[in-house]
């Protein structure tokens, strides 16, 4: 496994290396989160390995959301354990998350928008030269490298000084990616990445998130789309109002049987007889109970 | 740095990957007079010049050595607060009890060393405490209760303000502080604070030194160093800041501070070079620092702007403040001035904040 390549930037972010195991990076075992008194997660499962990308799906509310909240250090989770290396851990804020080598790429605050691109690049891990008191930026060095590392990406721009802002979705994300891959991350959050892109746009996210797993990354990839999961994920978890759903392996899982999960599959054919009496339903394209094979996770969430 | 070269480009290098580095090829480059006008500083600074060749023109007296050390003096005391005041702005906060923060101090400094008769700079240095102390009070009650910075420091100005009027009422019996021109230091803190030096026949306020050395390490630690990346940040994005790992509470209670570390030096200033405080000063400087910064080029709602803008908006209030005297005019004029100017100013942030951005 390559867990422990996190270490070669700058030696800026991970303070300790990942011992060499076959274990999962990050594990959240009947993890739950409440806001007061609304459960918005509950009795949730989640391994994720080294070199393999976990889709997380889920429509509008499943607790996505909260779930990479409290993976990245946003929020703290109320129940249950995460693991990280098989240590317990609660984190308190994102930095705690970074150090570990744990990196979320957001969809929507991934960057400052008024400030350069080798700025945001750098943002919060600057390269600095010099004694304390004129300690400074080495911008000569950190624009050498954005340019270097966005390369290694594919992604090309004239002019690293243009504000990020000026960037398309797509490349935003990608100068994201590219940033947390750069900056050592062992696991990469990506929070709904191709939810405001194109299909190009969406395909190119989709290659860097294969690039990234071959490089050894574990990937948790939070989606509502199923065909961008199925195209790179290795496991499948879909989530539903606050609790797990399915959590099956690629093997276990067709894409459609997927589909039918994210589109409330098992409920709807439970119902398929009532609805058969309904006219105008077509209930022929709906599968049979007894068709969905994947392993259904109860909530007491044993996968 | 290993992992990511080991690996294969994760897409296929666009044409022609030639030895040279290639380009998108989709920005062209804009004339360098076109890039320079669209920054903010630039535009401020032809604003000044504007500003300064129109009252050397009209006003005869300015073009004489001496009111131009006059203007610069005037425009030293409002550019050294409006420094900090703008590095808060681009911090994306803002601190209306920046004006009576000035006076609190110079009453804290005065009356200590009075009431005690003790050395001044034992005053001086208590004052610095209570500024910085102001400082921390609103950075942290804005970053523990998420309010607004405007609600937080209206609160901090109303209470300073009537503090300040209050405590030296009850101290002095009186609405000014006591003259301590003749104590322990007084001189030595004078000659820091508020004195005057010779150059060519004309005499020059020291805090012209002052304010253009503060804006020299502003402008170097904005743009310079990691400090300056995290006050950009913070005020662009605060999510986005906090979610890479940046200090924001750090950098926002930081900022406050420093807004109070400027009104000591202000306050110290007032204090040494007129001997005594009038308490009830103050009210309403808060937004003319504001302003400064503003027309400076810093966007109101943080993220964008620079520390050498507001040399230049503060000159420019400066300019105006005396020019109209030098002028003959009626002083009354010189709000209205203001006003114009800052409008002016906020339709050139606002156009250069939409080119930015546009996709």
């Given at each position: 496994m390559t867990s422990t390549n996190g270490t070669g930037t700058h030696g800026a972010v991970i303070v300790d290396k990942a011992p060499e195991q076959d274990g999962p990076v990050v594990e959240l075992r009947s993890a739950g989160k409440s806001y007061g008194n609304i459960r918005a997660l509950h009795g949730v499962d989640l391994k994720v390995f080294p070199s393999q990308v976990t889709c997380v799906l889920g429509d509008n509310g499943a607790g996505k959301s909260t779930l990479i909240k409290i993976i990245s250090g946003l929020h703290q989770h109320t129940e249950g354990e995460f693991l990280v290396d098989g240590e317990p851990v609660r984190f308190s804020t994102p930095r705690e998350a970074l150090d570990k080598g744990i990196a979320t790429v957001y969809q929507d605050l991934a960057v400052v928008p008024l400030m350069p691109v080798w700025r945001n690049f750098f943002l919060g891990s600057e390269m600095t030269k010099g004694p304390w008191p004129i300690r400074r930026l080495d911008i000569e060095k950190m624009k050498k490298t954005a340019d270097e590392e966005l390369r290694n990406m594919g992604i090309v721009l004239d002019?690293?000084?243009?504000?990020?802002?000026?960037?398309?979705g797509g490349q935003r994300q990608c100068v994201a990616i590219a940033r947390a891959v750069y900056f050592g991350a062992r696991v990469l959050i990506l929070d709904e990445p191709t939810a405001a892109l194109g299909v190009k746009q969406s395909g190119v996210v989709l290659k860097y998130i294969a690039a990234a797993r071959d490089r050894g990354l574990g990937v948790i990839f939070i989606t509502h789309n199923p065909h961008h999961a199925y195209m790179v994920g290795d496991h499948f978890s879909v989530l539903r109002l606050g609790t797990m759903e399915l959590n099956a392996s690629r093997d276990e899982v067709s894409l459609e049987e997927l589909t039918n999960h994210m589109a409330g599959g098992t409920e709807l054919a439970a119902l398929k007889h009532e609805l058969a009496q309904v006219r105008g339903v077509d209930v022929e394209e709906l599968p049979e109970e007894e068709d969905l094979t994947a392993p259904v996770a109860t909530s007491e969430g044993k996968s | 740095m290993s992992m990511t070269q080991q690996a294969e480009p994760a897409v296929t290098t666009p044409p022609a990957p030639g030895p040279g580095k290639e380009k998108d090829g989709r920005t062209a480059e804009r004339p360098l007079a076109l890039r320079l006008l669209a920054r903010p500083e630039v535009g401020v600074f032809l604003g000044a010049v504007a500003v300064l060749v129109f009252f050397l023109i009209t006003a005869p007296p300015v073009r004489d050595g001496s009111s131009m050390a006059n203007i610069l003096y005037q425009s030293s005391t409002i550019g050294i607060m409006a420094l900090p005041v703008a590095l808060l702005m681009i911090g994306g906060e803002f601190d209306l009890s920046a004006g009576v923060a000035v006076i609190t101090s110079a009453l804290t400094a005065s009356m200590l060393s009075y009431q005690l008769t003790m050395n001044v700079w034992v005053g001086v240095i208590a004052a610095l405490v209570v500024s910085l102390a102001v400082g921390l009070f609103n950075g942290w009650l804005l970053v523990k209760t998420g309010l607004p910075s405007f609600l937080v420091t209206l609160g901090t100005f109303l209470i300073l303000q009537g503090v300040n009027l209050a405590v030296t009422k009850l101290i002095t019996g009186n609405v000014a502080t006591d003259?301590?021109?003749?104590?322990?230091?007084f001189d030595q803190a004078k000659a820091i604070f508020a004195s005057t030096f010779d150059v060519g026949g004309v005499n020059v306020k020291i805090t012209v030194v002052w304010w253009l050395v503060f804006a020299a390490i502003a402008t170097w630690v904005l743009l310079r160093t990691k400090y300056g990346n995290w006050v950009f940040s913070v005020g662009g994005n605060q999510q986005s800041a906090r979610a890479v790992g940046v200090p924001v509470t750090f950098t926002k209670i930081s900022l406050f501070m420093l807004v109070g570390f400027g009104a000591w030096f202000v306050g110290m200033h007032q204090l040494f070079s007129f001997n005594t405080v009038q308490s009830g000063e103050g009210v309403g400087q808060e937004l003319i620092y504001i302003a400064a910064a503003v027309i400076g080029g810093c966007l109101l709602t943080g993220g964008a702007g620079s520390a050498i803008g507001p040399v230049f908006g503060a000159f420019m209030f400066g300019m105006v403040q005396q020019g109209i005297v030098y002028a003959g005019w009626n002083p009354d004029w010189f709000k209205a001035f203001l006003g114009v100017m800052l409008l002016g100013a906020v339709l050139i942030n606002l156009y250069v904040q939409r080119t930015a951005t546009r996709r």
């Open positions: 002019d690293l000084e243009q504000p990020i802002g000026t960037l398309s | 003259d301590i021109s003749d104590m322990d230091g």
